[in-house]
């Protein structure tokens, strides 16, 4: 069965970190940008950050520069999201999804992208 699969989200407090994992079953992530996008209730979905393969470009949203660092983990089909000093407003699902290298750039996930694959969503809540 060919999916991802997303795990670590969880209840943090304000300035916590959070680390998330996006892991591919049935396929190689090697062949694919990973991206990482949330949607908070009443919000349009934001695409916070991508990784590409092919030459490990990396992209992050400004609201999450310097906060988050996406990685591509020691096991090798899986992405890893490292979430730190967690704000209130950093409370959504997350999604990861596999689209082709050519979507994600260093400015940001190409407005038309063709996602192959997605995740089902783990939710992370920051609050005190």
């Known amino acids: 069965q060919l999916q991802l699969v997303e795990s670590g989200g969880g209840l943090v407090q304000p300035g916590g970190s959070l680390r998330l994992s996006c892991a591919a079953s049935g396929f190689t992530l090697e062949d694919y940008a990973i991206a990482w996008f949330r949607q908070a209730p009443g919000k349009e979905r934001e695409g916070v950050s991508c990784s590409r393969s092919s030459d490990g470009t990396l992209y992050y949203a400004d609201s999450v520069k310097g906060r988050f660092t996406i990685s591509r983990g020691n096991a090798k089909n899986t992405v890893i999201l490292q979430m730190n000093s967690l704000k209130p407003e950093d409370t959504a699902v997350y999604f990861c999804?596999?689209?082709?290298?050519?979507?994600?750039?260093?400015?940001?996930?190409?407005?038309?992208?063709?996602?192959?694959?997605w995740g089902q969503g783990t939710q992370v809540t920051v609050s005190s």
């Open positions: 999804a596999a689209m082709d290298n050519y979507y994600c750039s260093a400015y940001g996930l190409y407005p038309f992208a063709q996602y192959d694959y």
